[in-house]
């Protein structure tokens, strides 16, 4: 089993910045993908971000050149930069991880506030 824990969600103005961590511990052998998903009430969960295994990552439009995602393969950790926040952003954040052997895991959610 596999177990991710988010951190460091909480209550920020517009304009500033927070960085979320998850740690991932428990039978991880290879890890494909880690990502960054949100999700706000009445909506779907939408991709964020993510990171390979090689280290290639991608965004989501509206947060391209303001978030960063980055991760710690020897400590199966990543991590989301985000600056620049906006009340849009507001939702609650989960962590993705995807096993090279196909199964994937969620973690339980670290809620994000933007609001002055």
């Known amino acids: 089993q596999v177990q991710l824990v988010e951190s460091g969600g909480g209550l920020v103005q517009p304009g500033g910045s927070l960085r979320l961590s998850c740690a991932a511990s428990?039978?991880?052998?290879?890890?494909?993908?880690m990502d960054w998903y949100r999700q706000t009430p009445g909506k779907g969960r939408e991709s964020v971000a993510t990171?390979?295994?090689?280290?290639?990552?991608n965004y989501a439009d509206s947060v391209k050149g303001r978030f960063t995602i980055s991760r710690d393969n020897a400590k199966n950790t990543v991590h989301l930069q985000m600056n620049s926040l906006k009340p849009e952003d507001t939702a609650v954040y989960y962590c993705?991880?995807?096993?090279?052997?196909?199964?994937?895991?969620w973690g339980k959610g670290t809620l994000v506030t933007v609001s002055s």
């Open positions: 428990g039978m991880i052998f290879s890890i494909r993908s």
């Open positions: 993705h991880l995807r096993l090279t052997s196909g199964p994937h895991y």
């Open positions: 990171i390979s295994s090689t280290g290639i990552t």
